[in-house]
């Protein structure tokens, strides 16, 4: 172990520490933009800048993210000199990237609101995380510096997209001024990893909770996309994981269980809203089913529980939903029960949550209140202005300029009438699932 001395206190630390890590292990905090538990030292962005004493000499200025923790030294992590070292430093940082969220609430903590340089208006202030995390985690080495002086850049080869780039997103997301621009890093398409749970309204990483309230509340790790288990590099979870959790040679394991009943409970299906081509599911972006709008609803939602159309996440003023999306038609004859009161409870929530102001009409063929309290609550969704329209919608149209949605139909006495919304929410049927016919083949379950 090695002892030291950081802003008079005593500690000490494993040999191989830095200055600012011992500081971290202490509790004392040094601002810094550059460095990054998983990667190398590198003091490019100086923040870390701390005075230096051993042996009785001057203290000096160095980097606390390169220098080594040694035995004796004395360190000030917040002298004056430090302190106004910094300020010149973060004013220099913010001058050249003045839109980074990251670089201004930095500023802020170190009390520097102006400044006094003209403004360079950069997007990258050459702090090197994103080349080293491609270089040293990735294994990849698709982007780099290149120049010198005030020509230095951070670049793809040839200033082209990288064929070797497998837009794994590492070098956006430890960029601290966000400007990545992977289209223009790579030849290959950046697609995100749909949130299942979010029915694939927004994205998740490879490593993840499956939903929130996880029993158990643990992470796991997707093998179709970790970077690790697809080409054995990167490793970046297990450098953080502060429990030693990370277990990359776990498999899937069979149990045999040894019980005397079992039951049978395979739920349903939903239908497909893609199969109703003249409403539009898979083609316009602001068609969406029930569930999925029942996830915008969510506080854990995509968009915590705002309501937000996918296409721009502007808020809408008015929601239409159309019921018995795949019930009550030719191939499935009868009604789902539970479609008008989830889409009357969801255009009730929305409007909670959107205000009063945001219009929700309802197109029904007939209305199926038939449970204990249901129709008080039909009747209160009415008190509270969501509208009923009882008609069979023929088909929706995009408006291409505001992708807002064209809804024609006709009504009860026969007049042929449109209306525009700006979000339109299928109320799609349930069905048997193709889990059951297993069971049935498997088990010799009679279906009826």
């Known amino acids: 172990m090695i002892s030291l001395t950081i802003n008079d206190k005593k500690i000490e630390v494993e040999e191989g520490f830095t200055i600012l890590k011992a500081a971290e292990q202490a509790g004392i905090k040094i601002p810094t933009l550059c460095a990054h538990k998983a990667l190398s030292p590198y003091g490019a962005c100086r923040l870390c800048l701390v005075e230096v004493s051993r042996s009785g000499r001057s203290p000096e200025i160095h980097t606390s993210c390169t220098y080594p923790a040694m035995e004796g030294l004395v360190v000030q992590t917040n002298s004056e000199r430090v302190i106004k070292t910094r300020k010149i430093i973060i004013e220099l940082l913010l001058a050249r990237c003045p839109d980074s969220e990251v670089i201004k609430n930095l500023a802020r903590e170190l009390g520097v609101e102006k400044v006094r340089i003209k403004y360079k208006n950069k997007d990258c202030i050459l702090c090197g995380l994103c080349v080293r995390m491609c270089e040293e985690r990735m294994g990849r080495a698709a982007i780099s510096f290149s120049g010198r002086g005030p020509r230095r850049e951070v670049t793809s080869p040839f200033g082209k997209p990288s064929e070797i780039c497998q837009v794994c997103g590492a070098c956006d997301f430890v960029c601290p001024t966000g400007k990545v621009n992977l289209t223009k890093v790579s030849k290959s398409n950046p697609r995100p990893i749909p949130f299942e749970h979010n029915m694939g309204l927004n994205s998740r990483a490879a490593v993840y909770i499956p939903y929130p309230q996880a029993i158990p509340n643990k992470a796991t790790i997707d093998d179709r996309y970790c970077v690790h288990m697809l080409s054995d590099k990167c490793e970046v979870c297990k450098e953080f994981c502060e429990a030693g959790a990370i277990n990359y040679d776990q498999k899937e394991e069979k149990l045999d269980l040894n019980v005397g009943s079992v039951i049978f409970s395979p739920g349903y299906d939903l ?24 996830r915008i609803l969510s506080a854990s939602g995509p968009y915590e529980g705002k309501v937000l159309r996918p296409s721009d996440n502007l808020t809408p003023k008015k929601i239409a939903f159309i019921q018995c999306v795949g019930s009550r038609d030719t191939d499935r004859d009868y009604c789902s029960s539970i479609c008008c009161m989830y889409a009357t409870k969801e255009a009730i929530i929305a409007k909670e949550h959107a205000g009063e102001e945001l219009e929700c009409h309802i197109y029904f063929m007939d209305l199926r209140a038939f449970g204990k309290g249901f129709d008080a609550y039909y009747e209160r969704a009415k008190e509270l202005g969501v509208k009923y329209i009882r008609c069979r919608p023929s088909s929706v149209e995009e408006i291409t300029e505001t992708k807002n949605l064209k809804i024609s139909y006709v009504t009860d006495d026969g007049k042929r009438l449109t209306d525009q919304y700006d979000l339109l929410v299928l109320s799609v049927g349930i069905q048997p699932p193709e889990l059951a016919r297993k069971l049935n083949s498997n088990f010799g379950i009679k279906l009826n």
Do not use: D, Q, W
């Open 271 to 294: 239908f497909n809203a893609g199969a109703k081509l003249e409403y539009g599911y898979l083609n316009y972006s602001n068609v969406i089913t029930a569930i999925e709008f029942e």
